[in-house]
Structure formats: structure tokens, C-alpha cells
T-cell receptor, first 112, second 108 residues
């Protein structure tokens, strides 16, 4: 089954404790992206990757890191989470940045 | 001004009604346009792409007006299962830019 998976689905953590949210896709897509969704603000892009070892900032990259060492994986790293990073996070993949994207199920993060 | 603007709703309509949503975008360089559907904080899913000539998929019709920079979605014969948030998506850069969504509630 073609899909994008994310883990964990739910996470409660404390300020400053490093965390990683994993994302994996099995569709051989070159393009992968991370978004956060907040009430009233819609989906905003954090980082994206056009291909292996190629990553770039989206609209709200501050406080986040990513890496793309393999085509299928695109983890999101919060080195020192803060409460303003409490949000719903989605990973997505597609053939290109302006093409249809397929989303993972989302990760709900609460930073205390 | 937001790059993509949508009326947040909610639109409350009875089953069987026809409902239309509009979305305006600010960047005339946008080339690709989509409508996504999102159920109650689940992942967005592609509903349909929007083509310049307009396109239809069953009960759903999408239109693009480049001159006025808006796209529309028409839903005919609304079903209870159409209740969701509809996200307008454009591509002003090499990435999708999402509107905040319009919430539709179809009532029995």
C-alpha cells in the first residue's frame, strides 16, 4: 500500500528536550516536505527536500532541522523544543514541489 | 495580505443542497491549483486539481479565473459525508501554499 508514515503520532515533551519525528514514504517520491498546522494559520511549510542530500527552508524553519540521507526518509528534528512549537505536524511527499502531495497521518506535539 | 484567502465558514447546508466555495490568491505567477479535503484534524487529501478550462469529478466542479485570481469549488447534491474542511492550494513558488480552509457542515 502506497503511504507516508510518521512516528510518533502523539508526543508530550518538555522544553529543551531534543526530539525527532520520523517520516517515511514508499512511493519513490523525490520531493518530501514538513508542515505544521495551527488554528487560524493553516498549513505552513517548515522544510522541504527536492532529493537526497538536498534540503531547503520553507516559510517557518526556525527551531527545526531536517536531513535527507535516503530517498524514503525525511526526519524532522527539534533540537531544543519550546512551547510555541506545540502543533500538529504533517509530513508529505510527491513527485515535485508543485505536484500533488500525499500526507502522513500527522504528529500531535505538546511542549510543556 | 495572505497569499491564499478563504472564507473560514462554517457553511451549514442541508443534504442535497448545492454549495460553492471561493478562494483568492495574490501571486499571479501561481501555476498549479488544487482543492484538498481535511477531516477533523486528519491529514489533508487531494480532492481535485484545478485546470484552466475548469474540470468536474462527479458532484464536484472546480473553476479557475486567472484574471481575477480566484478558484472555486462547487459541490452538488451534498452528502453528510462531504462534511469536512476544504483547503485551497496554489503554487506561488516551488511549493504548495495552503489556505486556512473553509469548513462545510452538511446537515440531515
Amino acid at each position: 500500500e502506497a503511504q507516508v508514515t510518521q512516528n510518533p503520532r502523539y508526543l508530550i515533551t518538555v522544553t529543551g528536550k531534543k526530539l525527532t519525528v520520523t517520516c517515511s514514504q514508499n512511493m519513490n517520491h523525490e520531493y518530501m516536505s514538513w508542515y505544521r498546522q495551527d488554528p487560524g494559520l493553516g498549513l505552513r511549510q517548515i522544510y522541504y527536500s527536492m532529493n537526497v542530500e538536498v534540503t531547503d527552508k520553507g516559510d517557518v524553519p526556525e527551531g527545526y532541522k531536517v536531513s535527507r540521507k535516503e530517498k524514503r526518509n525525511f526526519p524532522l528534528i527539534l533540537e531544543s523544543p519550546s512551547p510555541n512549537q506545540t502543533s500538529l505536524y504533517f509530513c508529505a511527499s510527491g513527485m515535485g514541489g508543485t505536484e500533488t502531495q500525499y500526507f502522513g497521518p500527522g504528529t500531535r506535539l505538546l511542549v510543556l | 495580505r495572505k497569499e491564499v484567502e478563504q472564507d473560514p465558514g462554517p457553511f451549514n447546508v442541508p443534504e442535497g443542497a448545492t454549495v460553492a466555495f471561493n478562494c483568492t490568491y495574490s501571486n499571479s505567477a501561481s501555476q498549479s491549483f488544487f482543492w484538498y479535503r481535511q477531516d477533523c484534524r486528519k491529514e489533508p487529501k487531494l480532492l481535485m486539481s484545478v485546470y484552466s478550462s475548469g474540470n468536474e469529478d462527479g458532484r464536484f466542479t472546480a473553476q479557475l479565473n486567472r484574471a481575477s485570481q480566484y478558484i472555486s469549488l462547487l459541490i452538488r447534491d451534498s452528502k453528510l459525508s462531504d462534511s469536512a474542511t476544504y483547503l485551497c492550494v496554489v503554487t506561488p513558488r516551488r511549493a504548495l501554499t495552503f489556505g486556512s480552509g473553509t469548513r462545510l457542515q452538511v446537515q440531515p
